[in-house]
């Protein structure tokens, strides 16, 4: 049975309102944030059908090199194999499915706690102790089950359906390449990962970092006190979401400590700021001097692990007084992550109320009324047509995109910050 057919005609009336205009919408009710069954929908539909990014390459430098997660509680690992070959499995011994590795490090062979199986890195069972009486097992095919896995920009993405599109595919029907590729990610290196547990719905995580409501209000003693939020110019195609905008740099007073990138030298100024939604739960920000993702994992139906790297390109490592430049942009995307923290555990508290009716969704709030369409079309799926109803006004963006800086376009937005697929 759909989701929708099992609701009472309240929220049915909500949801359906939450599917028209913007300016006629309404915010989701609380349950889609708090009903365990929507989150097992969720991990079905959405977490075990999309890529996913859970690190960057330069985490795996060296065979053996490996992460251990959990995504929405499956288990995975992360590695580079003997061959140099970045790869992925299923963290679960064949014998009764322990998680093989553990937390982070590098490792010859995974073995298991449980009863000493031990696998190679590149999957394969290589021993199992007290086994050689057993008949009716294959021992020579044994191994552990492996994870899609593909790099972009430096960035290390997974997908856990076996049938799952190319990623590129993925990233080019929400333009992720496009508007984020001119940030050379694959030329920088992460100068801090700052990981924390936020008391929250995962899609609270991307729906804050598209809300440039709150920007100038809890933010206004960090970075939000010079950000034009009436000049915030968004790209809502399909279920991506992109944005190019003015706001100085993430350190304090928005003052650079190294200048510009070297490729966007002269091509922007220091007040040139974009963003980028690569669906379902990362979200990069970029400035002329860095690229900020902040990456959110479920935990679980109320909690959630989120990692927010700084990337640097390679050439402000060696600068003199780079450790405490680095500190100053560390200490500074800590408070202002601190400042949504206390919000987003908020949200989670309210939603939860048996009091809590949802609000109008505002212009400003144009990014989350798409954001929330696309959970809803993916949940809703015998909806389809409701996407006809979505905006998609990227023409109109990219004519504003080219107009504001034609001298650093070149004429054309993509042939200077994307490959060209306008
Ligand atoms: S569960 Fe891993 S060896 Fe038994
Ligand atoms: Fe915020």
């Known amino acids: 049975m759909s989701l929708i057919a099992e609701l009472d005609s309240k ?26 069954e929507i989150f097992q929908r969720e991990i ?43 790869r992925a499995f299923r963290n679960l011994c064949a014998h009764r499915g322990v998680e093989v590795a553990v937390g982070q490090g590098n490792a010859r062979l995974f073995t298991c706690r ?32 492996s994870v899609n896995l593909d790099t972009w920009g430096g960035y290390v993405f997974v997908n856990f359906d076996p049938d799952c599109p190319p990623l590129n595919e993925c990233l080019d029907e929400d333009g992720v390449r496009e508007f984020a590729g ?14 924390f547990e936020v008391p929250c719905n995962w899609k609270f995580v991307p729906e804050n970092l598209m ?15 010079h950000f034009p939020i009436n000049d915030f110019r968004y790209n809502l195609n399909g279920s991506g979401y992109n944005a190019v905008y003015e706001s ?45 993702p902040w990456v959110a994992m479920p935990i679980d139906v109320n909690r959630t692990h989120v990692t927010i790297y700084t990337q640097l390109p390679e050439a402000f490592f ?19 992550a601190t400042e949504d923290l206390a919000m987003l555990e908020s949200l989670q508290t309210g939603i939860s109320s048996r009091g809590f009716q949802p609000g109008p969704t505002v212009k400003l709030e144009r990014a989350i009324h798409h954001l929330i369409n696309y959970y809803l079309d993916i949940l809703l799926d015998e909806d389809k047509d409701a996407r006809a109803i979505r905006i998609n006004d990227c023409a109109e963006f990219l004519a504003d995109t080219r107009a504001k800086y034609p001298e650093a376009t070149d004429g054309g937005y993509s042939k200077t910050f994307g ?3 306008v």
């Open 114 to 145: 449980y009863h000493a199986w031990s696998y190679t890195l590149d999957g394969r069972l290589k021993a199992a102790p007290h086994s050689t009486e057993v008949t009716n097992y294959d021992f020579k095919t044994c191994r552990l089950p």
């Open 318 to 336: 060696d600068e003199p007084g780079f450790a405490e430049k680095n500190q100053i942009y560390a200490d500074f995307i800590k408070l202002v």
């Open 211 to 225: 809300d440039m409501y709150h920007v100038g209000v809890i933010h206004g003693a960090s970075f939000g006190g």
């Open 44 to 86: 079905d539909a959405i977490f075990m059908r999309e890529w996913l990014c859970v690190g960057r390459v330069e985490e795996f430098e060296k065979p053996g090199d490996y992460h251990a997660m959990r995504i929405a509680g499956e288990p995975l690992v992360v590695c580079r194999d003997r061959d140099g070959q970045l």
């Open 11 to 36: 929220t049915r009336k909500l949801i359906e309102k939450t599917r028209t205009h913007l300016l006629e919408s309404g915010h989701l009710p609380g349950f889609f944030y708090s009903s365990e």
């Open 419 to 421: 490959s060209a697929q």
């Open 248 to 292: 100085y740099t993430m350190a304090p007073n928005g003052v650079t400590l190294f200048g510009p990138m070297p490729w966007l030298e002269g091509k922007v100024t220091d007040k040139f700021a974009c963003t980028t939604w690569v669906r379902p739960t990362m979200n990069i920000f970029g400035r002329h001097d860095l690229i900020q």
């Open 182 to 195: 001119f940030l050379q990610p694959e030329n920088t290196r992460t100068s801090d990962k700052f990981e």
